[in-house]
């Protein structure tokens, strides 16, 4: 861990040769582009030479032969056919511009589209213009940083530091984070928890797909884990990013690990779905939190009304304001039947898609359709300060449309915010519990992580309460219909100034609007003759001839108006009422405060 960090630190030195000639917030377009050349470099350069030796007689093969062909002889998924490394282009600081776009170009088609999203040729040109002059000493200070002996989950965590830092100085937004890694491997962990014993499976391949995957640290750590379950195994990834240096990166890792790299989609998910036909055994994603929808609204509107549920909206647009629903109902289209195994999906969202819209609104729909359709299958809630960009509190939802007979139409919720917990007290302060730990200095708003080590804390102790499937004080399983109620109108009768009921045509009461109003009204309630609080069904006539005719013996329900809506009040579920002190205890407190205060005035005018 500390080798990352120290290799990161080496290359952000190297921003310090751009002061004056970039703006801060324009750092990243030089440091990450050069990060990834050095890294393909360092990884190339055992047989390097090898290829070089090789390419005569690869001279009348088709490019797409001489590809295959010196790919084998780089014993990698792309080559270099350039006589530039690193090494050389320090020794000719004269032509070190051509040089560098030399070296560039000698990359094999799939490594070169790479360098291409980042617009690097435009940055050779600005450091290499005399005004700045700063080209060769870049290159210079990247050919001192041996990045060779870094794996590539060091090389994620590098590129994900250096992200962070870049986006800490372009001031971005709270929604523009980035995946603290042990949020991705409690993810994977738990993804991969119900199907353990066919994971077993010798030669098994499945599938791995992230919609929003940034520089691809959830394929990173999905595939990693499986290898790790189970060598045999393979794990094929495909992603889609939007954001073209992100892209780049991503793109560069899967190359580097052997990954198909064209299984990698660059472009908005939500306009052109590059994966159209695909479908995946398993989807993880971060989509980023509170992000608008606009520039895509019309391509997204058009596929809602014109294709309904043959498309991949059909149960309803959220907010513009929030897209985090679209990315959860664009995933759900890409399972798989579940007469084919079904697939499991696991998404980060912030608080917003659990209870935000009304019944009978956008989100309310989503969710009802996905839990009516019994695909929720559990929600885990995080501590905040755990990413980096943003402080707020998080979750985790876990989607499966092929649910094992014990999990069918229950949803179950794990509450792994950090319960203060006496038995992981850390030297009497109150800093440490089963789920996180303080870190040691913040990084950003990131103050908080979950402990990776262990069954008892931590990672494992959630993975182990998502398995075991049993309610404590962390757990609740509750019925799907828990969540749903009936929105309905209630009408008062309108009264003349002698009290009158003023009707309508055919004599009914006319509503008076300033008296109308709402109730929200559970499908289920608590069997009260039931010691264990048993939930059983009521009806919208039960519960309104209970709780609103004796206070309202006039009043009736609009039924024309009565929408069905569906929420999860994450928090509500864990409250547990703690009894005000009695006024005796009060009493006695008061009266030792009054003492303590009565000898300390006595002790003051003594001396």
Known sequence: MTQFKDKANLIWEVADLLRGDYKQSDYGKVILPMTVLRRLDCVL???????????????????????????????????????????????DPNHIAANLRNHINGYSASAREIIEYFNF???????????????FQVVQKFAEIDLADMDTMQMGYVFEDLIRRFAEQSNETAGEHFTPREVIKLMVNVL????????????????LYDPACGTGGMLSIGEQHLKDFNAQAKLEVFGQEINPESYAICKSDMLIKGQNPANIKF???????????????YMLSNPPFGVDWKKAAKTIKDEYQ????????????????????LFLQHMISKMKLAEDGGSRIG??????????????????????????????????????????????????????????EQRRDKIQLINATGVKDEEFVKEGKLDFNRFWEKMPRSLGNKRKKIVENGETK???????????FEENEFVKILPNKFFGYWRITVEQPLKAENGNIITARGE??????????????????????????????QSIDEYFNREVKPHLPDAWIDEKKTKTGYEINFTKYFYEFKPLRSLAEIKTDILALEASSLELEKTVLED
């Open 267 to 281: 472009g908005n998910t939500f306009t052109v779905d590059g994966l159209r036909e695909e479908r995946f055994d």
């Open 458 to 468: 931590g990672i494992g102790y959630i993975t182990k309460l998502y398995g075991d």
């Open 508 to 537: 009914n009461p006319k509503p008076d609007t300033q008296l109308r109003d709402y109730e929200n009204i559970p499908f289920l309630q608590k069997d009260k003759g039931d010691p264990n609080g048993k939930l059983i069904p």
């Open 45 to 91: 350069a055992p047989n390097k030479q090898k290829v070089l030796d090789y390419l005569p007689k690869v001279e009348k093969l088709s490019e797409s032969a001489k590809d295959l062909t010196l790919n084998k002889i780089a014993k990698a998924n792309f080559h270099n056919r350039s006589q530039f490394d690193f090494a050389k282009l320090v020794a």
């Open 192 to 207: 991969f928890n119900g199907d353990n014993q066919a994971l077993t499976q010798a030669g098994i391949v499945k599938t």
């Open 306 to 325: 014109n294709l309904g549920f043959a498309g991949r909206f059909g149960a309803g647009l959220p907010r513009i304001n929030d897209g985090s629903l």
């Open 347 to 404: 998404i980060v969202f912030n608080g917003s898609p659990l209870f935000t819209g009304q019944a009978g609104n956008g989100e309310s729909n989503i969710r009802q359709w996905i839990i009516e359709n019994d695909w929720l299958e559990a929600i885990i809630a995080l501590p905040d300060q755990l990413f980096y960009n943003t402080g707020i509190s998080t979750y985790i939802w876990i989607l499966n449309n092929n649910k094992n």
């Open 121 to 135: 040729d435009d940055q050779i040109e600005r450091m290499d213009d005399p005004k700045a002059d700063i080209l």
